[in-house]
Nanobody
Framework: QVQLVESGGRLVQAGGSLRVFCAAS????????MGWFRQAPGKEREFVAA???????????YYAISVKGRFTISRDNAKNTVYLQMNSLKPEDTAIYYC?????????????????WGQGTQVTVSS
């Protein structure tokens, strides 16, 4: 069982940067693929970024086209925390950002592939 708690969301101006956090409880955190999703008002939840468990060859990351080059996902297994660094923010990035954990190995972009979810943190980008 994994509990996820997101934090760090706030109001930020377009062009600005923001880092959101996902703190996880549970002993197996390091073995999970972690992902970030977001949901804007009136829209479906969409994939943002994912990072695999760290192995001998490191970890892999994957990004939605809409955020690639602007967002960076990372993890610190010692702190049971996943980060999403967001730069060059745009008003269309406004959404509730959710952290998710999957017991399945590899990169997953589909929400149904994730087993555990946090409650979300609101990110609002003003123009």
């Amino acid at each position: 069982q994994v509990q996820l708690v997101e934090s760090g969301g706030r109001l930020v101006q377009a062009g600005g940067s923001l880092r959101v956090f996902c703190a996880a409880s549970g002993r197996a955190f390091s073995s999970y693929t972690m992902g970030w999703f977001r949901q804007a008002p009136g829209k479906e939840r969409e994939f943002v970024a994912a990072i695999t468990a760290i192995t001998g060859s490191g970890s892999s990351t994957y990004y939605a086209i809409s955020v690639k080059g602007r967002f960076t996902i990372s993890r610190d297994n010692a702190k049971n925390t996943v980060y999403l660094q967001m730069n060059s923010l745009k008003p269309e990035d406004t959404a509730i950002y959710y952290c998710a954990a999957s017991r399945t190995l590899g990169i997953m972009t589909i929400a149904l592939s994730y087993d555990y979810w946090g409650q979300g943190t609101q990110v609002t980008v003003s123009s």
